[in-house]
């Protein structure tokens, strides 16, 4: 059974920082590109970070470069998303995304809510 299970959301004040995390299984994790996406109140889902399959290249939203990091351990089979200087526009439910080299396999998490508490 494929599963992807986020981790590590809350509340948090302006410029706070948050750890999200993301365990996968039921499927070989190392060959699949991992995506964050998030959907606050009233918008659509956006693409926030991705890494490839092995870790060589991320990509961020413009709204969140240089403040997040999306990392991936293998070994784990777990990928990351290290949120600082956090803003009040950050709150949304934040999603794991699994999607294989051809795309004909995509997997999404029941996500993870994080929210300003100010």
């Known amino acids: 059974q494929v599963q992807l299970v986020e981790s590590g959301g809350g509340l948090v004040q302006p410029g706070g920082s948050l750890r999200l995390s993301c365990a996968a299984s039921g499927f070989t994790f190392s060959p699949y590109a991992m995506r964050w996406y998030r959907q606050a109140p009233g918008k659509e889902r956006e693409l926030v970070a991705s890494i490839a399959r092995f870790g060589s290249s991320t990509n961020y939203a413009d709204s969140v470069q240089g403040r997040f990091t999306i990392s991936r351990d293998n070994a784990k089979d777990t990928v990351y998303l290290q949120m600082n200087s956090l803003k009040p526009e950050d709150t949304a439910v934040y999603y794991c995304?699994?999607?294989?080299?051809?795309?004909?396999?995509?997997?999404w998490g029941q996500g993870t809510q994080v929210t300003d508490s100010s």
């Open positions: 995304n699994a999607r294989s080299v051809k795309g004909d396999y995509v997997y």
